[in-house]
């Protein structure tokens, strides 16, 4: 019926099997951005949240995520991942907290999803951390940001 490799012959969602491809080096690299008040990005900065450490939370709640990704994403892969960082930056004068998450791993298909969960998870965790001083925070972004290995080789954002 169609060529879509997510989809069955009577065009029904179907988890992809990737048995026949090759186990390549995976990596991915995605992106979130947290918009807040200059005062509250300069909360988060000098840790003087409500909740505590609000980047180690991000950043322990992304990797958690991004090891949970098979079970949150209906047709993911559960992937063996070898690495996953989350990594903030700050710009208190903008207003933003700036999430970037990095997968690994070594299978038969990419951790896209894996890195953009990650980003994502830890945005959210942003916005929980610091609601009790600003409910108007937005995650503006998450966006993939890099990949490399398997078949399509290497890709990268303008």
Avoid at 15 to 20: F, I, K, L, R
């Amino acid at each position: 019926m169609t060529d879509l490799s997510h989809l069955d012959e009577h065009g029904n969602a179907r988890m992809v099997d990737v048995s026949a491809k090759a186990v390549t080096n995976r990596r991915a690299v995605a992106r979130a951005v947290v918009t807040m008040s200059s005062a509250t990005a300069a909360a988060v900065a000098a840790g003087d949240a409500p909740k505590g450490d609000v980047l180690g939370t991000a950043r322990l709640a992304g990797i958690g995520a991004a090891k949970r990704t098979g079970e949150l994403i209906p047709l993911c892969h559960p992937l063996p991942l070898t690495f996953v960082d989350v990594r903030a930056e700050i710009d208190a004068d903008a207003g933003t907290v700036t999430l970037t998450a990095e997968a690994r791993t070594t299978a038969q298909t990419g951790v896209e999803m894996e890195a953009m969960t990650a980003a994502a998870v830890a945005a959210l965790t942003v916005y929980d951390m610091v609601k009790a001083l600003e409910r108007g925070v937005v995650i503006t972004e998450v966006a993939l940001l890099e990949k490399s290995g398997g078949r399509s080789g290497e890709w990268r954002r303008d």
